[in-house]
């Protein structure tokens, strides 16, 4: 889930909304031209960098008018070591504002390209013409004058046709005896379709929590196309532009306070140009997981096994996805089977399923998979008396407390919780009780500290710490910290509290560690004293009758007998054999022949007829390069594996139906008792509801919510499908009942 503001939840909830808010923001950018072309820059200060810098570091202070005062990322010139500062004209302007010697930047390319637009970020001051010439070979196919308006420029009127060489040529600037500075050129522009330039939105997300089948997150979006510019045969409009795989982020947003607050949504890539029809354009995106569909071929028997996390790198390394996340417990998880030829993202599901992971997009479009477990929670301190135990805190089985040189601390009543101090050792449930002792004044001058760890990232919107009841002290005042990785998410400061059991009602996402500071006891001299922690609520977002549009439809299934998982153990044979044989393969020259087999390995191949030049074999596949000018016949020899299926079944109930789970990456009986236990989880709530509701743009699939039932108040619930629409404030959501 989002994170957003408190005025956004209240807005959200308001009887009567402001009207949703949209835009898209779509990269028509050739990012190939900053890696592989050749720049020639004429007129240029030896102090200046380059237009493709990713980053613009600072300006340097020069003898220009108006430009001596230090500050901001204004630098005085130092001799050398640069910081990326742009293309610096190593001329000025003259009283006219134009360049006697003109500053010129021309790029080569690679090979031929064409741009839908230019977009120039400029320094201090903006030329008020650039000259830009385009040619292929040596041939000139387009000039034209850009004329900027700002310190950032999109030229979006002038297109640049198929080109391997453009010539850009800085004539004038705005102001009189000014350097030409160009912190960046971007080959391409950004277009934004904004809430007044759509005619609908359908934007629909799905992540299945148990990776059984795979996610997917899909925008269509309907826009006007009055002046026909996406039209494929207007020859100045832009549809040849727009190419499958652009990126497109998207975001919603509503007014709050006066002000639009964002809310990003996904990072999606264009499939293709747009379908045109009518007056209207429309365009499709899906997430990065939709385009992943090479097949991995390299699938390979291994006796010594390899961790899932290590499969998974090299399914991303051979789509060339390089942007990705795997949680570190996947290294744990060994198989031994070869991977079957599948497309990439099929295998990462298998991963997924077999991990115990869900598998996703996130909003930045970064493929991830993530544990969908419930975290270990350890809890530790910085100290405490022998006779506590702070893990009882969490595991909330604190109940006594025991008699102390503490003021208050000596009188035993009947049937009091309060005890005297055993001889031995058998102290019992006490939860956390501080070494230190607060002062005369309440506060502590060494601080007591708790540190409430988990295996896995977690989120909460309650987080609450129960004091002590018996003696009926608490702690006025502490600090709640939240962090990951050693970087705090968020820190709750208390101050002034009374009450004995506090719940922290704050929104906190992806958090592994809570630091509880306490700093005065409510009583001085004290020791403190937690009894419990809680987690609590893990979200605040509850679709009751009032956000639902109707009642939720109930879909009950079959009850849940068993998850019957099968386990695959293979085994190599003990005698080599022809796995493989074709006769009359024609090739001419050089040519890569591809053959399939049965699982098998120490392959090897024989060509008659041909030179083999090169081999690549794997399980069940091989790509041979063949030298020849006519027919040869090809031979592949190997070992067979043998494949023995053990069956391991999670029983649920005596009666209903099994649920079969045949997933080729889980090899041992452990892996699939673990596995069939996480699906049987989820599967045994047998309830899901699907409804239409007022639509929160922070929701996300897999997101876990709180909904209202004819028959119960709240209810946990996994959401499984996600559905946004516009115009209008209408969506619709399924989720699955979790307890």
């Known amino acids: 889930m989002k994170v957003v503001s408190n005025a956004y939840k209240e807005t959200m909830n308001q009887v009567v909304r402001p009207t949703s808010q949209f835009q898209a923001r779509l990269e028509m950018i050739d990012r190939g031209v900053e890696t592989d072309s050749t720049i020639t820059e004429r007129q240029k200060a030896a102090f200046a960098t380059s237009v493709f810098d990713k980053k613009h570091e600072c300006d340097y202070i020069t003898f220009e008018k108006d430009f001596f005062a230090v500050g901001g990322n ?156 996406y039209n494929p045969d207007n020859p100045q409009g832009i549809w040849e532009y727009f190419e499958n795989g652009q990126p497109l982020k998207v975001r919603y947003g509503t007014t709050v306070n006066g002000e639009t607050e964002w809310v990003d949504a996904a990072y999606l890539y264009l499939s293709d140009a747009p379908t045109v029809e009518n007056k209207t354009a429309t365009f499709e995106a899906n997430d990065l997981l939709y385009y992943m569909t090479g097949t991995y071929y390299k699938g390979a028997w291994r006796p010594e096994g390899i961790s899932l996390y290590d499969l998974a790198v090299d399914v991303f390394a051979d789509a060339g996805v390089t942007d990705y996340d795997i949680p570190q417990g996947l290294k744990e998880v060994i198989t031994h089977a070869p991977i079957p030829a599948l497309t990439h993202r099929e295998c990462l599901q298998l991963i997924a399923n077999a991990g115990r992971c869900v598998l996703y997009c996130d909003v930045d479009g970064k493929v991830r998979m993530r544990l969908q477990l419930d975290a270990d929670v350890s809890v530790s301190d910085n100290g405490h008396t022998p006779w506590s135990n702070p893990q009882q805190a969490y595991d909330r089985t604190a109940a006594y407390d025991y008699i102390t040189f503490e003021p208050n601390k000596w009188r035993v009543e009947t049937n009091s919780k309060l005890y005297i101090m055993p001889e031995n050792e058998n102290y019992k449930p006490t939860g956390f009780i501080s070494s230190a002792i607060s002062n005369g004044q309440a506060r502590f001058t060494s601080t007591p500290k708790l540190y409430v760890k988990y295996s896995l990232p977690v989120s909460s919107y309650q987080f609450q710490i129960g004091f002590d009841s018996i003696g009926e002290t608490y702690a006025p005042d502490f600090n709640v910290i939240f962090s990951r990785d050693g970087v705090i998410v968020k820190n709750v400061q208390v101050r002034g509290n009374t009450e004995i059991v506090y719940t922290v009602n704050e929104e906190v996402i992806d958090y592994t560690l809570v630091t509880i500071e306490i700093l005065t006891t409510s009583k001085p001299n004290h020791r403190v004293r937690v009894e419990s922690i809680d987690s609590g609520r893990v979200t605040d977002f509850y679709l009751d009758f009032s956000i639902a549009l109707a009642k939720p439809t109930v879909y009950k299934t079959e009850e849940l007998k068993s998850v019957d998982v099968i386990a695959h153990q293979y085994t190599k044979q003990s005698e080599k054999v022809t796995i493989y044989q074709a006769d009359n393969v024609a090739v001419g020259g050089e040519q890569e022949i591809q053959v399939t087999y049965a699982p098998s390995v120490d392959v090897s191949a024989v060509v008659t007829g041909g030179t083999l030049v090169s081999a690549r074999y794997y399980a069940q596949n091989a790509f041979l390069t063949i030298r020849a000018d006519g027919v040869v016949s090809i031979t592949l020899d190997g070992y067979p594996l043998s494949e023995k299926q053990v069956t391991v079944s999670v029983g649920v109930n005596k009666n209903g139906e099994i649920c079969p789970l045949n997933n080729p990456l889980i090899t041992d009986t452990n892996t699939a008792q673990a596995v069939g236990a996480w699906i049987a989880n989820y599967y045994k709530n047998r309830n899901s509801y699907e409804v239409n509701f007022r639509q929160d743009f922070r929701l996300d699939a897999n997101d876990m919510i709180y909904i209202q039932s004819e028959f119960e108040e709240m209810i946990p619930a996994r959401i499984n499908k996600l559905q946004y629409k516009l115009p209008g404030q209408e969506g619709a959501i399924s989720v699955r009942r979790l307890t």
């Open 74 to 229: 204004a630098l005085i010139l130092p001799e050398a070591n640069y910081l990326a500062n742009g293309f610096v004209s190593s001329v000025m302007t003259d009283a006219n504002g134009v360049f006697s010697t003109v500053p010129t930047i021309e790029v080569a390319f690679d090979k031929a390209r064409e741009f839908v637009g230019m977009t120039y970020t400029f320094a201090k001051d903006y030329p008020k013409e650039i000259r830009v010439t385009a040619y292929l070979g040596n041939e000139q196919v387009v000039q034209f004058i850009s004329t900027p308006d700002s310190l950032e420029f999109i030229d979006s009127k002038n297109h640049i046709q198929e080109c391997d060489r453009v010539r850009f040529e800085f004539l004038s600037m705005n102001e009189p005896y000014r350097r030409l500075r160009v912190s960046r050129m971007v080959f391409g522009l950004v277009k934004i379709f904004g809430t007044k330039d759509i005619l609908s939105t359908d934007h629909t997300m799905y992540v299945d929590p148990v990776s059984s089948s795979l996610p997917y997150n899909k925008l269509m979006m309907r826009v006007a196309n009055l002046d026909k510019d």
